[in-house]
C-alpha cells in the first residue's frame, strides 16, 4: 500500500521561503511520477509541479522561477523549496504519486502553508 506523508508546512511571512517534504512508502520510487498539488479554501485542487522519476520537470506558471521541485530516488522522497512566497500561495499543499505501471494516484493527507504578516 502506498502511503505519502508530507512534513514542513506552517506560517510565513509574505517574501519568505518554505520547503516541504514528502516520504514515500512506495516499491520503485523512480516509477512514480511525483507532484506537489495546491488547494485554497473554496477553490479546487491545482497543480504546483510535477517530477518524473528522470528528473523532468513541469511547473505551472504562477510559480515558476520561485518554487523548485526535486526528488532524492535513494530517500524516496519529494521536495519542494518554495521562495517569494506570496498570500495568494496560502492553501494546503498535497503530495501525490502516480504510477507509471498501474496508472493510479496516491494522495498525502497535505499539509497546510500560510503565507501572511
Known amino acids: 500500500q502506498v502511503q505519502l506523508v508530507e512534513s514542513g508546512g506552517g506560517l510565513v511571512q509574505p517574501g519568505g521561503s518554505l520547503s516541504l517534504s514528502c516520504a514515500a512508502s512506495v516499491r520503485d520510487f523512480r516509477l512514480y511520477t511525483m507532484g506537489w498539488y495546491r488547494q485554497a479554501p473554496g477553490k479546487q485542487r491545482e497543480l504546483v509541479a510535477t517530477?518524473?522519476?528522470?528528473?523532468?520537470?513541469n511547473y505551472a506558471d504562477s510559480v515558476k522561477g520561485r518554487f523548485t521541485i526535486s526528488r532524492d530516488n535513494a530517500k524516496n522522497t519529494l521536495y519542494l523549496q518554495m521562495n517569494s512566497l506570496k498570500p495568494e500561495d496560502t492553501a494546503v499543499y498535497y503530495c501525490?504519486?502516480?504510477?507509471?505501471?498501474?496508472?493510479?494516484?496516491?494522495w498525502g493527507q497535505g499539509t497546510q502553508v500560510t503565507v501572511s504578516s
Open positions: 501525490s504519486a502516480n504510477s507509471l505501471t498501474t496508472l493510479l494516484r496516491y
Open positions: 517530477i518524473t522519476g528522470r528528473g523532468s520537470t
